[in-house]
Protein backbone atom coordinates (compact mmCIF):
# COMPACT_ATOMS: atom_id res chain seq x y z
CA UNK A 1 0.00 0.00 0.00
CA UNK A 2 1.53 3.46 -1.27
CA UNK A 3 2.33 5.63 1.67
CA UNK A 4 0.88 9.44 1.93
CA UNK A 5 2.82 11.26 -1.03
CA UNK A 6 4.35 14.59 -0.66
CA UNK A 7 6.09 17.17 -3.10
CA UNK A 8 7.87 18.80 -3.83
CA UNK A 9 10.73 17.39 -1.16
CA UNK A 10 12.54 20.43 -1.07
CA UNK A 11 11.97 24.26 -2.07
CA UNK A 12 13.99 27.57 -2.16
CA UNK A 13 12.22 30.70 -2.39
CA UNK A 14 12.87 34.40 -2.00
CA UNK A 15 10.53 35.90 0.58
CA UNK A 16 7.58 37.96 -0.67
CA UNK A 17 7.40 34.98 -3.45
CA UNK A 18 4.35 32.54 -3.65
CA UNK A 19 4.84 28.85 -2.81
CA UNK A 20 2.75 25.63 -2.92
CA UNK A 21 2.77 22.11 -1.65
CA UNK A 22 0.75 18.77 -2.77
CA UNK A 23 -0.27 16.20 -0.68
CA UNK A 24 -2.06 12.78 -1.86
CA UNK A 25 -3.09 10.46 1.23
CA UNK A 26 -3.46 7.05 1.32
CA UNK A 27 -6.05 5.66 -0.56
CA UNK A 28 -9.54 5.32 1.50
CA UNK A 29 -8.04 8.14 3.90
CA UNK A 30 -11.29 10.71 4.19
CA UNK A 31 -8.82 12.85 6.96
CA UNK A 32 -6.46 14.59 5.84
CA UNK A 33 -4.03 16.90 8.25
CA UNK A 34 -1.82 19.54 7.30
CA UNK A 35 1.20 20.57 10.05
CA UNK A 36 3.92 22.61 10.21
CA UNK A 37 7.06 21.56 12.07
CA UNK A 38 9.89 23.95 13.10
CA UNK A 39 13.49 23.33 13.56
CA UNK A 40 13.58 20.88 17.24
CA UNK A 41 9.91 21.36 17.65
CA UNK A 42 7.06 19.21 17.20
CA UNK A 43 4.27 18.74 14.31
CA UNK A 44 1.77 21.49 14.86
CA UNK A 45 -1.62 21.31 13.42
CA UNK A 46 -2.39 23.93 10.59
CA UNK A 47 -5.64 22.23 9.03
CA UNK A 48 -7.58 18.98 8.92
CA UNK A 49 -10.20 18.28 6.32
CA UNK A 50 -13.08 15.61 6.56
CA UNK A 51 -13.21 14.53 2.91
CA UNK A 52 -13.46 18.34 1.32
CA UNK A 53 -14.77 20.05 3.82
CA UNK A 54 -11.83 22.30 6.85
CA UNK A 55 -13.00 21.01 9.83
CA UNK A 56 -10.34 22.83 11.89
CA UNK A 57 -8.19 25.47 10.45
CA UNK A 58 -7.77 27.78 13.39
CA UNK A 59 -4.53 27.72 13.48
CA UNK A 60 -4.06 28.59 10.36
CA UNK A 61 -2.59 31.99 9.34
CA UNK A 62 -5.16 32.71 7.00
CA UNK A 63 -3.52 36.46 5.90
CA UNK A 64 -1.17 34.36 4.24
CA UNK A 65 -1.81 31.08 4.04
CA UNK A 66 -4.75 28.99 2.35
CA UNK A 67 -5.75 25.45 1.31
CA UNK A 68 -7.69 23.62 -0.85
CA UNK A 69 -9.34 19.83 -1.11
CA UNK A 70 -11.49 19.93 -4.01
CA UNK A 71 -12.69 16.26 -4.85
CA UNK A 72 -11.50 15.57 -1.24
CA UNK A 73 -8.33 13.29 -1.95
CA UNK A 74 -5.12 15.60 -2.67
CA UNK A 75 -4.73 18.93 -1.25
CA UNK A 76 -2.89 21.66 -1.72
CA UNK A 77 -1.13 24.20 0.95
CA UNK A 78 -0.35 27.51 -0.53
CA UNK A 79 1.38 30.71 0.88
CA UNK A 80 1.53 33.84 -0.61
CA UNK A 81 3.84 36.06 -0.30
CA UNK A 82 6.12 33.76 2.05
CA UNK A 83 8.22 35.42 5.05
CA UNK A 84 11.41 34.20 6.52
CA UNK A 85 9.74 32.86 9.33
CA UNK A 86 8.14 30.44 7.28
CA UNK A 87 11.16 28.24 6.63
CA UNK A 88 10.11 24.78 8.34
CA UNK A 89 8.68 21.64 7.12
CA UNK A 90 5.49 21.08 6.29
CA UNK A 91 4.43 17.68 6.67
CA UNK A 92 0.83 16.00 5.22
CA UNK A 93 -0.73 13.05 7.39
CA UNK A 94 -4.43 11.26 6.86
CA UNK A 95 -6.00 8.80 8.57
CA UNK A 96 -9.59 6.92 8.31
CA UNK A 97 -10.58 9.53 10.13
CA UNK A 98 -12.22 7.57 13.13
CA UNK A 99 -11.48 8.99 16.07
CA UNK A 100 -9.39 6.16 17.30
CA UNK A 101 -7.17 6.00 14.13
CA UNK A 102 -3.81 6.54 13.69
CA UNK A 103 -2.75 9.45 11.43
CA UNK A 104 0.22 8.48 8.43
CA UNK A 105 2.42 11.09 7.88
CA UNK A 106 4.13 12.11 4.75
CA UNK A 107 7.61 12.50 4.38
CA UNK A 108 7.30 16.56 4.33
CA UNK A 109 8.35 19.14 2.26
CA UNK A 110 11.52 21.25 3.44
CA UNK A 111 11.49 25.20 2.68
CA UNK A 112 13.10 27.72 2.75
CA UNK A 113 12.48 31.02 2.33
CA UNK A 114 15.57 33.71 1.60
CA UNK B 1 1.55 26.52 26.96
CA UNK B 2 3.13 23.14 26.08
CA UNK B 3 0.25 20.71 26.97
CA UNK B 4 2.47 17.80 26.25
CA UNK B 5 6.55 17.73 27.82
CA UNK B 6 9.46 16.21 26.64
CA UNK B 7 12.14 17.46 29.16
CA UNK B 8 15.14 15.48 27.85
CA UNK B 9 16.12 16.51 24.50
CA UNK B 10 18.49 13.75 23.93
CA UNK B 11 19.22 10.13 25.37
CA UNK B 12 22.40 7.70 24.92
CA UNK B 13 22.08 4.10 25.22
CA UNK B 14 23.83 1.23 25.26
CA UNK B 15 22.90 -1.49 22.90
CA UNK B 16 21.57 -4.16 24.51
CA UNK B 17 20.30 -1.90 27.10
CA UNK B 18 16.83 -0.52 28.18
CA UNK B 19 15.92 3.13 26.54
CA UNK B 20 13.09 4.79 28.70
CA UNK B 21 11.62 8.02 27.13
CA UNK B 22 9.51 9.98 29.04
CA UNK B 23 6.71 12.44 28.33
CA UNK B 24 4.19 14.76 30.57
CA UNK B 25 1.39 16.40 29.93
CA UNK B 26 -0.63 18.87 31.29
CA UNK B 27 -4.53 18.91 29.61
CA UNK B 28 -6.65 16.46 31.60
CA UNK B 29 -9.22 16.29 28.40
CA UNK B 30 -6.44 13.93 26.64
CA UNK B 31 -7.71 10.63 26.22
CA UNK B 32 -4.95 8.82 24.00
CA UNK B 33 -1.53 8.68 23.61
CA UNK B 34 0.88 8.02 20.83
CA UNK B 35 4.60 7.76 20.27
CA UNK B 36 5.92 8.76 16.81
CA UNK B 37 8.96 7.92 15.44
CA UNK B 38 11.50 9.93 12.80
CA UNK B 39 14.41 9.44 11.17
CA UNK B 40 16.32 12.22 9.22
CA UNK B 41 14.25 14.08 6.33
CA UNK B 42 11.38 11.71 7.08
CA UNK B 43 8.25 11.92 8.42
CA UNK B 44 7.03 10.64 11.16
CA UNK B 45 6.05 7.08 11.67
CA UNK B 46 3.52 5.50 14.33
CA UNK B 47 4.96 3.66 16.91
CA UNK B 48 2.29 2.98 19.24
CA UNK B 49 -0.65 4.16 21.63
CA UNK B 50 -2.24 3.77 24.84
CA UNK B 51 -5.96 4.67 25.12
CA UNK B 52 -6.64 6.49 28.96
CA UNK B 53 -8.59 3.18 30.07
CA UNK B 54 -5.56 0.97 30.59
CA UNK B 55 -1.94 1.87 31.96
CA UNK B 56 0.44 -0.29 29.65
CA UNK B 57 0.63 -1.50 26.11
CA UNK B 58 3.23 -3.29 24.42
CA UNK B 59 4.01 -4.16 21.20
CA UNK B 60 6.99 -6.26 20.55
CA UNK B 61 10.22 -4.72 22.20
CA UNK B 62 8.15 -1.52 22.85
CA UNK B 63 5.90 -0.49 25.63
CA UNK B 64 4.07 2.16 27.14
CA UNK B 65 3.18 2.94 30.21
CA UNK B 66 0.64 5.41 31.50
CA UNK B 67 0.36 6.93 35.01
CA UNK B 68 -2.95 9.13 34.68
CA UNK B 69 -2.71 10.70 37.92
CA UNK B 70 0.93 11.64 37.49
CA UNK B 71 0.00 12.84 33.58
CA UNK B 72 2.79 11.25 32.74
CA UNK B 73 3.47 8.31 29.91
CA UNK B 74 6.94 6.58 29.10
CA UNK B 75 8.22 4.77 26.11
CA UNK B 76 10.43 1.44 26.80
CA UNK B 77 12.18 -0.16 24.41
CA UNK B 78 14.30 -3.35 25.42
CA UNK B 79 16.64 -4.59 23.99
CA UNK B 80 17.69 -1.16 22.09
CA UNK B 81 19.01 -1.69 18.35
CA UNK B 82 20.80 0.05 16.64
CA UNK B 83 18.03 1.21 14.35
CA UNK B 84 15.97 2.84 17.25
CA UNK B 85 18.39 5.65 16.83
CA UNK B 86 16.08 8.40 15.59
CA UNK B 87 14.10 11.00 17.35
CA UNK B 88 10.87 10.11 19.55
CA UNK B 89 7.96 12.68 19.91
CA UNK B 90 4.93 11.96 22.34
CA UNK B 91 1.45 12.79 21.08
CA UNK B 92 -1.85 13.66 22.67
CA UNK B 93 -5.64 13.97 22.14
CA UNK B 94 -8.94 14.52 23.13
CA UNK B 95 -11.48 11.78 21.17
CA UNK B 96 -14.42 12.94 22.52
CA UNK B 97 -13.32 16.74 21.32
CA UNK B 98 -11.53 17.92 18.43
CA UNK B 99 -9.07 14.68 18.08
CA UNK B 100 -6.48 17.08 17.62
CA UNK B 101 -3.24 16.03 18.21
CA UNK B 102 -0.72 17.68 20.37
CA UNK B 103 3.05 16.99 20.09
CA UNK B 104 5.77 17.04 22.22
CA UNK B 105 9.07 18.63 21.17
CA UNK B 106 10.81 15.43 20.81
CA UNK B 107 14.03 13.29 22.16
CA UNK B 108 16.78 12.41 20.20
CA UNK B 109 18.00 8.76 21.19
CA UNK B 110 21.00 7.37 20.39
CA UNK B 111 21.97 3.75 20.38
CA UNK B 112 25.70 3.25 20.79
CA UNK B 113 26.92 -0.13 19.36
Known amino acids: EAGVVQSPRYKIIEKKQPVAFWCNPISGHNTLYWYLQNLGQGPELLIRYENEEAVDDSQLPKDRFSAERLKGVDSTLKIQPAELGDSAVYLC????????????FGPGTRLTVL | DQQVKQNSPSLSVQEGRISILNCDYT??????FLWYKKYPAEGPTFLIS?????DKNEDGRFTVFLNKSAKHLSLHIVPSQPGDSAVYFCAAGDRRGNEKLTFGTGTRLTIIP
Open chain 2, 27 to 32: NSMFDY
Open chain 2, 50 to 54: ISSIK
Open chain 1, 93 to 104: ASSTGRASDTQY
